[in-house]
């Protein structure tokens, strides 16, 4: 599977495609919060840990957020 994130128009284009399907698409994305906490370099591997931990600490609320945004109750 390839990433989505960086290729907005193709994800939207991907996720529509899934979705005339019918298949449920619940996007997790980041949020400001995370980009700003992975920083600009977030793939250099001094940054991992750093970005890892930081992940650890939002991503609950982000897919909580996500399902709830898309009607998944949680």
Do not use: K, Q, Y
Not at 26 to 45: E, Q, R, V, W
Not at 51 to 70: C, D, G, K, Y
């Amino acid at each position: 599977m390839t990433p989505l994130l960086p290729r907005r128009p193709t994800r939207c284009a991907e996720v529509a495609a899934v979705r005339a399907r019918g298949i449920t698409v619940i996007p997790i994305l980041p949020t400001a919060a995370d980009l700003a906490g992975l920083g600009a370099h977030f793939m250099s591997a001094s940054r991992r840990m750093a970005a890892f931990e930081h992940s650890m600490r939002t991503a609950p609320e982000t897919v909580r957020a996500a399902l709830s945004a898309n009607g998944a109750g949680v």
